[in-house]
Structure formats: C-alpha cells, structure tokens
C-alpha cells in the first residue's frame, strides 16, 4: 500500500494541504495550477470579475472552473471569487479521484474538498486564543463532497458578517464556498443565528449548514457529529504569509 502523506504546497496566492497516497499528489498539484491558469486568464481579461461582490455571468469562452465558480455564486447571490478556493480543492479532488484516489482530501484555507472510504476527524477552527476546538466526525462518503468555512473575525476573505465561523456542507467544494460565504454575510449578531440560512436551505445540492457566534452555534440540515478536539495549528492550512499566531493559535495535537 502506498504511503498516505499530508503535503503542503504553496502556489501563488493558494496555500493548501493535499492528503492522499503519495503517488496521488502530482494529479493535485496539476489540477491546482489549471484552475488557477483559468482564474488568472478570466481576471487578465476582465478584472471586474476579480473585484466584483455580485453574481456574474461567464461567457462562452471561459474556462469550466470560471464557470463553475460563476454558477455556485449565482445561486448564493455572491460574487464569483467568494467560491475560488473551493473549485481550486475541488478540480484537485476530482484530479485525484480520477487517477484512482479513493480516500483523501484537498484543503484550501479552510474550503476542503473530500473523498473518503474511512472515518476522519475534521477540526473547525474558529478561535486561535484557545487550545480546544470542535471538529465534525467524518465517515465514508459516496462520492466528493465540500466542507467550506468562512468567519467574520478570521482571515482575510472579505466577509460582512460577525461569525465566529460559518460552515457549509455541500455536494461540491465550489458551492460549499459560495454558501459559506453567502451565510457568513448574514450572520452579524445572534438574533441573525435564527435567520442566516433561510435563503438557501431550498438550493440543490445543499446538504448542511452550521453558524457560531459568541460560541452560540445554529444548524440547520444534514451536519455531521460534533466532537471536542485539541486544536492543532500545524494542521491549518495557512498561506505562509499569514502564519502569526493571529489566525493559527498555538496549539497542539489532533484533527485527522
């Protein structure tokens, strides 16, 4: 059996921890550079699509990334780059499972990408002065799915609400994103924790949400078991960049 391995890489602007068999890990890796070509080809031709915080319609001529990020952020009502780092684990994923890869994962910053055929445990990070966290009890999936983050107080993606951290489960990495940072938007006192998944509880493909605020937690739909776990900082997937105990905590042990 080949070596299972977490490997962490570094391309432009995409920090992101591939977990698979070795011999996996250069489908990845291909497949992150692709996406990102596409981006960047979509962004040198117009750079509305880079800054702009509503939906936004592809042309023909892009890329199949560009138009998934397109098509998940126009059900969310964001903008396309709020589902960017999702397609970029998901097009690794897919990358992986179609070489042959039955169990691994693909974190992007936060947005994960997943295939399993055993159970793991997922740390959620939300608070980096606290040594515990909570993770979601993961076991094999039918087929890849997206666990996506986003917070209000962490990280530097634009986000207009105050969450702790919001968490969207979903049948695709990219839609993940985009829900992610769509519910995130909403989630801006804890009178919002009752309301911040309405619009979009009906979107196919949608499995799960979950939002925190103040360590007060909403759910809603399909979210896996909550398990308390150590935080681990050397597990986070954190561009080098952004590495200050500001957004890792300086924690140790657990998440699988």
């Known amino acids: 059996m080949n070596e299972f391995v977490h490997a962490k890489v570094e391309i432009g602007e995409t920090a992101a921890t591939i977990a698979a068999e070795r011999r996996f890990l250069a489908d990845a890796v291909t497949a992150i550079k692709a996406a990102r070509a596409q981006v960047e080809r979509k962004v040198r031709q117009d750079r509305f699509f880079l800054t702009t915080l509503e939906p936004y319609e592809p042309n023909a001529y892009d890329g199949r990334v560009v138009k998934r990020m397109c098509e998940a952020t126009t059900k969310t009502g964001v903008g396309p780059m709020a589902a960017v780092a999702g397609a970029v684990a998901a097009e690794a994923v897919e990358a992986m499972v179609r070489a042959g890869c039955s169990h691994g994962w693909v974190d992007n910053g936060g947005d994960v990408a997943l295939k ?29 799915i997206g666990i996506c983050s986003s917070s209000g107080r962490l990280g530097h993606s634009i986000s207009f609400g105050d969450s702790d951290v919001v968490v969207a489960i979903a049948e695709d990495a990219v839609l993940a994103d985009a829900l992610a940072t769509a519910i995130g938007n909403r989630v801006t006192d804890r009178e919002s924790l009752r309301t911040c998944f309405d619009p979009f509880k009906a979107i196919r493909g949608a499995f799960g949400f979950l939002a925190m605020l103040d360590g007060e937690v909403s759910v809603f739909g399909e979210v896996p078991d909550l398990v308390e776990v150590e935080h681990n900082a050397d597990r986070l997937t954190v561009h080098s960049r952004m590495s200050s105990d500001k957004y890792t905590g300086s924690g140790r042990a657990a998440s699988g």
């Open 116 to 144: 399993l055929d055993s159970a793991i445990t997922l740390e959620v990070f939300s608070d980096p002065d606290s040594g515990k966290a909570f993770g979601f009890g993961l076991g094999p999936t039918k087929g890849t």
